[in-house]
């Protein structure tokens, strides 16, 4: 029976969907290309009508997390977006957690196609919490505010991957999301009260 052109978008975006979980679950590297389409529920055989490259679907997969991320933090306030980002859930929640925490390390490794979508990506989350801030209108002073996002943004990702690395019942990882939170909302880089 032929798939129809339909069909195989939406058998290809769920590939992406379910490549984007468990590359964040387990890295790059530790996903096959047989293991991924069988837990997409393809064979082995059908990925390269999907994709010409195993690249090529890592980079579809970053998209799509940084997709996910941005829309997730779509309406939200900043000092929520933290909270949530330094969960303990989140922490616990790999495949559907944070590209960047999950993947920035295996990134860094990879090609530049591969960079240039973390790039857009990191790019794509500053923009949006740029967008529900109040933003001055003064450049500099949002100059200011964007070297601030970015220096907490980088916080709570290096927070959450120090986390990580810890035993699940370590104090310590605890510990570590507890400080980085608290010093994280007391600087309220997103809005102009700082």
Known sequence: MKVTKAQAQANRAHIVQTASALFRQRGYEGVGIA?????????????????PSKADLLAQAATFGFEQAVANAEGVDAAEFVRHYLSRQHRD????????????????RHPEPIKAVFSTGIESLLATLARQSDAPEDEKQEGDLRAKRIEVIAQVIGALVLSRACPDDSPLADEILDVCLAAALQRQPFTCAT
């Open 35 to 51: 293991e991924l389409m069988a837990a997409a529920g393809f064979t082995h055989g059908g990925f390269y009508k999907h994709f």
């Open 93 to 108: 929640s790999r495949g559907d957690g944070c590209t960047l925490a999950a993947l920035s390390g295996d990134a860094a």
